[in-house]
C-alpha cells in the first residue's frame, strides 16, 4: 500500500490510486481550493522505503476576451500607447479584495505582458467575483495596430491576440462623491480641492482634469515613465 503524507503544513486530502497491468502505478492528488500557488512537497512511504516529490501549484487559467481589453477610465474597448489600460476576466489572479503594485511589472505572481513585454501594474483587483488589472501601455506600440496581450497568474497562462491599439481615445476618469448616486468628472481647483456637487468650479477658473488615452507624450518617454 502507499500513504502520502505532507512533509509540512496540514493533512492532505484523500488520494486515489490505481496499478495497471504492467506494474505501473499512478496516484493522483486533489488540491484544495485556495491553496496557495508554489510548492508542494509530498511524501510517499512505503514498505520498501520513502519517496519524495515535488507537486507545483499553478494559479487559476485566467480568461479574457480582446473587447474586455479597456481604456481604464472611460471602459471602452481598445488601448492607447502609454496610456492606462484594463483587462476584465476571470482567473487573472489570486488576491482578495483591491492591491496597488506601484508600476512593479510582478505583483503576487501576476504578469501581464504585451506582444511579450510586461508591463507596469497599478491595480490587481477582485472585489465580490469583479476581477481586473490595471496596467500602463507600452509608449513604443505604434497605432492603429493590434498586438496580442498575455497574462500570466503564477505559471497559468493566457493570452489573446488581435487587441486594438489606438493612436488617441481620452477617457476622463470619474468618481461617485459621498451622498451622491452620479459620476463625476475626477478634477481639481488649484487649491488641490477635489471639484463635486458642494465644491463647484466658478465660470471661467483654471480646473485640472485627471484622464488616459491622449495619445503618444512628445518626446516619447519609456513605459514605466509616461
Known amino acids: 500500500s502507499v500513504t502520502f503524507v505532507p512533509a509540512s503544513g496540514p493533512p492532505g486530502n484523500p488520494i486515489t490510486v490505481n496499478s495497471g497491468t504492467d506494474g505501473r502505478v499512478s496516484v493522483s492528488v486533489r488540491v484544495s481550493a485556495g491553496t496557495a500557488p508554489g510548492t508542494i512537497t509530498i511524501t510517499a512511504e512505503t514498505t520498501v522505503g520513502n519517496v519524495t ?4 501549484v499553478t494559479g487559476r487559467t485566467p480568461s479574457f476576451t480582446a473587447a474586455a481589453v479597456v ?3 472611460s471602459s471602452v474597448a481598445g488601448m492607447v500607447p502609454g496610456g ?8 487573472l489572479s489570486e488576491v482578495t479584495g483591491i492591491e496597488s503594485p506601484g508600476g512593479a511589472t510582478t505583483h503576487r505572481g501576476v504578469q501581464v505582458r504585451i ?12 472585489v465580490g467575483g469583479q476581477e481586473q488589472i490595471n496596467f500602463q501601455v507600452r509608449t513604443d506600440v505604434p497605432g492603429p495596430s493590434t498586438v496580442r496581450v498575455e ?8 493570452s489573446v491576440s488581435n487587441v486594438p491599439v489606438l493612436r488617441a481615445q481620452p477617457g476622463i476618469f470619474e468618481y461617485t462623491p459621498a ?3 452620479v459620476k463625476h468628472a475626477a478634477a481639481v481647483k488649484p487649491d488641490g480641492s477635489v471639484i463635486g456637487p458642494n465644491n463647484r468650479a466658478a465660470r471661467g477658473s483654471a480646473v485640472q482634469l485627471y484622464l488616459t488615452g491622449g495619445g503618444p507624450s512628445l518626446p516619447l518617454l519609456p513605459t514605466g515613465q509616461a
Open 53 to 56: 516529490y515535488n507537486l507545483t
Open 71 to 73: 481604456n481604464a477610465a
Open 84 to 91: 492606462l489600460a484594463t483587462v476584465f476576466g476571470s482567473g
Open 115 to 126: 506582444d511579450g513585454q510586461a508591463m507596469p501594474l497599478f491595480a490587481v483587483a477582485n
Open 151 to 158: 497574462l500570466s497568474n503564477n505559471g497559468a497562462t493566457f
Open 179 to 181: 451622498g451622491s448616486a
